[in-house]
């Protein structure tokens, strides 16, 4: 089992930042590739980032390519991401995830979830 707890979303102007923080407990993290999604109000939960086990290969969601930066720091179990250039479409909660196999773009891919950090971007 792997917990996940999320942290660092707010409230930020169009144009802002935010890094969130997604840290893991629970068993070895760094055997397991991770994940971001968001869900905005009234829509499914889509993917955002995903990182490789060990951090090398990384990959992102067209919408916030060269925006977004997903990292990690297995020392500290830590998942973060990077936010830049926010905008009012990236307003949702974000959500963390943990995969056994390779870093994948489907949230069924994804075992272990944690509870969310809501992100607001007002305009």
């Known amino acids: 089992q792997v917990q996940l707890v999320e942290s660092g979303g707010g409230l930020v102007q169009a144009g802002g930042s935010l890094r969130l923080s997604c840290a893991a407990s629970g068993r070895t993290f760094s055997n397991d590739a991770a994940g971001w999604f968001r869900q905005a109000p009234g829509k499914e939960r889509e993917f955002a980032a995903a990182i490789t086990r060990g951090g090398g290969s990384t990959y992102y969601a067209d919408s916030v390519k060269g925006r977004f930066t997903i990292s990690r720091d297995n020392a500290r179990n830590t998942v973060y991401l990077q936010m830049n250039s926010l905008k009012p479409e990236d307003t949702g909660i974000y959500f963390c995830?943990?995969?056994?196999?390779?870093?994948?773009?489907?949230?069924?891919?994804?075992?272990?979830w944690g509870q969310g950090t809501q992100v607001t971007v007002s305009s």
């Open positions: 995830a943990a995969a056994r196999g390779s870093m994948s773009v489907s949230p069924y891919d994804y075992a272990y």
